[in-house]
Nanobody
């Protein structure tokens, strides 16, 4: 059972920057960041494969960057130029499966963290 623990959420003004971290208990092939705003579905934000291939939701391309440090068992999400519509609970997810490109569908992921709140004010 892979355990995931997110950190780094908080409140920031529009245009600001935040970096989320996700500590994982053991290595898994594919990881992803999701977010869920109140009353909305959980959407994939950015994913990364074992060899570093990434994919991004259109809404965050050019503003967010996902990375991983397998020697430290940590996944990151660098978020720049934040907008009020980025406000959500952000979740880290993982699956012990290889993909050519990391999927952004929640159904593909088996392990989930508890989430961390990100609030962007205008």
């Amino acid at each position: 059972q892979v355990q995931l623990v997110e950190s780094g959420g908080g409140s920031v003004q529009a245009g600001g920057t935040l970096t989320l971290s996700c500590a994982y208990s053991e290595y898994t092939y594919t990881m992803c960041w999701f977010r869920q705003a109140p009353g909305k579905e959980r959407d994939g934000v950015a994913g990364i494969t074992a060899n570093g291939r990434t994919s991004y939701a259109l809404s965050v391309q050019g503003r967010f960057a996902i990375s991983r440090n397998n020697s430290e068992n940590t996944l990151y999400l660098n978020m720049n130029s934040l907008k009020p519509e980025d406000t959500a609970v952000y979740y880290c997810a993982a699956v012990a499966r290889s993909y050519i490109a990391p999927p952004l569908r929640a159904s593909e992921y088996r392990y989930w963290g508890q989430g961390t709140q990100v609030t962007v004010s205008s």
